[in-house]
């Protein structure tokens, strides 16, 4: 067991939902250099798209926030964000650099 990632664990589990929210927006939005309004807007650009689907992924799985809750906060559908969260396992199982990044940016949040 990695005993070092611990104080970075116990300081994340303490954080409010919304400390939670907005550190997870702020990190991936840093690792994959879109800006807030990209995210927020209707662009379909792979990058973007794929931002808010790491996003998804981490708000459901670090925050355990509700799918309902995740979509208000991302402007989206429900059910958006339960295909965003299928679609970026699918995605770390079939490509395993994606898998790299998303370990990576996970890293930086828990810090």
């Known amino acids: 067991m990695n005993y070092w990632i611990i104080p970075a664990l116990v300081k994340f589990e303490t954080m409010s939902k919304e400390k939670k929210t907005e550190l997870i927006i702020e ?3 840093y690792c994959t250099n879109i800006t807030e309004e990209e995210l927020m807007s209707k662009c379909r650009k792979l990058e973007i798209v794929r931002a808010r689907q790491l996003i998804s992924y981490f708000l459901y799985n670090l ?3 509700g799918v309902t809750k995740i979509g208000d906060r991302l402007k989206k559908h429900h059910s958006t964000v339960l295909y ?3 679609k970026i396992q699918d ?3 079939t ?3 994606f898998k790299k990044f998303v370990l990576e940016v996970e890293k930086k949040i828990m810090e």
């Open 91 to 93: 995605y770390m199982f």
């Open 27 to 29: 990190k991936v939005l």
């Open 95 to 97: 490509e395993p650099e």
């Open 63 to 65: 925050a355990e926030m």
């Open 84 to 86: 965003a969260k299928s």
